[in-house]
């Protein structure tokens, strides 16, 4: 509807009224024709009426006639907000029916003014019950709210009006009652006799136990306290321990005599054989102490024997036990080498002491090595005490020595040089070796050249030892060969002058290991310098190469001042052994060459 103007609305209410002084051709305004004719339109204000020909006389009256009121409630359409139900209007109340009531922009629960709310109580716990404490007033229910308020305890779900009764000390049901007719209640039953055992035909469900009552429903005699399942089984005729067992029949019998098995029938019984009964079973003794209850022999009264078996039953036996009948025994020698073999001194025993031996022929009781089991060998002993030492023992050296006690291989005086070879390696003089009178001697100043032995065959284990000594001025080298095949073929342990010069004398002179191989020599290692390896001129000192499996060593002063691990390569011998010098100015002497195979 058009809401006119207060202007236009006062006009309207002074056209509307009669009055006979006034003419309707005066300031209302040009009709566009005289009364009776065509009404060109009322000005009101300026505004055309509409301008039509009502093809007649104005009467005067204009058909605009402002807000209308058209579900009489009181309020125009102009400022009722529904005007076609007199229920809405800005007079109304608002109430809880999606309505905006009373023409405020605001429906239910958005309008402060709402009537006709419900009370909504807070459900913390979410179980669909409210605290009645905590309320709202809302159309709708706000988050969290119900319109219930009997929860008891709004921080548990397991607590509301509804919920199962448990045996925890809480009104889970909301009724003002603690632990009634719990789901968990547990049944007890009656105690007459106070024994601590109920009867099963008296029972009582409850959380807890009400007087007189127990948790327990075993005992068959509820009038008679010494009767229950806890008792003893006596000799009385009664089911005391209600196992439905009466004396004899029941294994738990107590206060009963104990009887035990006497299998051997030796009148001692088995102890883990036993019997509660309130008469002897047949086959039965009152005594426990047979120690074999399958054998008559052993018993307490037993003799103890040397058998390997506790006889008399005392837990002690053969030599363990003192009452040991040694009649049964055996005789034992002193054995002090522990060897199997023992001498005359003697003990008798069931068993075979610690420090003796079952037989008495050693010949050498301190020796292990020596009885008569041993297997004889070369060494100057009787090994297997047969009267007879070193049956087919020979001295191949011819030093007075059978071989197997003396261990040289081969030794040389150096009395002749019938068993020399000079081999020269060139570069300088012809070697001038001569071998007489107990000396090995160079004294050409050669280069470089050998005194080679004869061939010793091939040993695991050996050392070849000579005493040298040095004259003149200066000596370059000297050392020994061993493992020769030929003059492109050796090894080589030389002590030498790394500046070619005064080698003996320089206290920087080395120890040298080479092997040669088709005549390319290699150096495998030298000794680390730590060591003063000169000595004064006709000064003696011994040289030594010892070589065990792949490890050689080489000594001087009669210190080992090099070893070397061959890893395979190092070679059997000693095989064909010699002499070596090089560049000497007065000479090198050798003595005392020695081959020992330990």
């Not at 009664?238 to 439905?244: A, F, R, S, T, V």
């Not at 309130?278 to 209850?293: I, N």
């Not at 000064?539 to 061959?566: K, R």
Request: charge should be negative; proline fraction near 4%.
């Amino acid at each position: 509807m058009k809401r006119l103007p207060l202007l236009a609305l006062l006009l309207l209410a002074s056209a509307c009224r009669s009055d006979p002084a006034k003419d309707d051709t005066g300031s209302i305004g040009d009709d566009g024709g005289t009364d009776g004719g065509t009404d060109g339109g009322d000005t009101d204000g300026g505004t055309t009426d509409g301008g039509t020909s009502d093809g007649g006389t104005d009467s005067g009256t204009d058909t605009d006639t402002g807000p209308v009121d058209a579900d009489g409630d009181g309020f125009t359409d102009d400022v009722d907000c529904d005007d076609g139900d007199p229920l809405v209007n800005p007079g109304a109340t608002e109430i809880c029916n999606d309505i905006d009531d009373d023409c405020d922009d605001l429906i239910d629960d958005a309008d402060d003014a709402v009537g006709g709310t419900s009370t909504w109580f807070l459900d913390d716990d979410d179980d669909g019950f409210g605290r009645p404490e905590v309320g709202t007033e809302a159309c709708l229910a706000p988050e969290g709210f119900v319109d219930d308020a009997t929860d008891c305890d709004d921080t548990r779900a397991d607590v509301r009006p509804g919920a199962d009764e448990y045996c925890d000390g809480v009104d889970n049901d909301c009724d003002d009652a603690v632990d009634e007719d719990a789901l968990d209640a547990v049944a007890w039953y009656a105690d007459g006799d106070e024994d601590g055992y109920g009867d099963a035909t008296a029972v009582t469900l409850g959380c807890a136990a009400p007087d007189g009552t127990v948790g327990d429903a075993t005992d068959c005699d509820d009038d008679d306290a010494d009767v229950n399942p806890g008792a003893a089984e006596v000799c009385n005729d009664i089911d005391d321990d209600c196992d439905d067992a009466v004396d004899d029949d029941d294994t738990d019998l107590t206060g009963a005599p104990t009887w035990y098995a006497d299998t051997d029938d030796d009148g001692y019984g088995d102890l883990d054989a036993a019997t509660i009964a309130c008469d002897a079973p047949d086959g039965t003794v009152d005594d426990a102490t047979d120690c074999d209850d399958d054998a008559a022999a052993v018993h307490p009264g037993a003799t103890e024997a040397c058998n390997d078996i506790d006889d008399d039953c005392d837990r002690a036996v053969d030599d363990a036990d003192d009452d040991v009948d040694l009649s049964t025994g055996t005789t034992f020698y002193l054995d002090d080498d522990g060897d199997g073999f023992g001498v005359d001194t003697s003990v008798t025993a069931c068993a075979l002491p610690d420090g003796y031996a079952a037989a008495a022929e050693d010949c050498d009781d301190d020796d292990p090595a020596v009885n008569p089991d041993a297997e004889e060998v070369c060494n100057g002993i009787d090994d297997d005490c047969d009267t007879v030492t070193d049956p087919g023992a020979v001295d191949s050296d011819g030093d007075g020595t059978v071989n197997c006690v003396d261990d040289t291989v081969w030794s040389e005086d150096f009395s002749d040089g019938d068993d020399w070879t000079v081999v020269d390696l060139g570069g300088g003089n012809s070697p001038s070796w001569s071998v007489s009178g107990g000396i090995a001697r160079e004294a050409s100043n050669a280069a470089d050249s050998f005194l080679i032995g004869p061939d010793h065959g091939e040993l695991d284990a050996w050392t070849v030892t000579v005493d040298t000594a040095v004259s003149g001025s200066a000596c370059n080298a000297a050392g020994i060969v061993f493992g020769y095949e030929d003059d492109e073929n050796y090894w080589l342990a030389s002590w030498e002058d790394p500046t070619d010069y005064y080698g003996w004398y320089d206290p920087a002179s080395e120890v040298v290991l080479a092997q040669c191989e088709a005549g390319v020599c290699e150096d495998f290692a030298t000794d680390d310098g730590s060591e003063d390896l000169s000595f004064a001129a006709d000064s003696w000192t011994t040289l030594a190469v010892q070589v065990d499996g792949d490890t050689i060593t080489v000594w001087l002063h009669g210190e080992a001042v090099l070893e070397y691990i061959a890893d395979g390569a190092s070679p059997m011998g000693p095989g064909v052994v010699g002499l070596y010098t090089w560049d000497n100015d007065g000479g090198v002497s050798y003595d005392d060459l020695v081959i020992t195979n330990p």
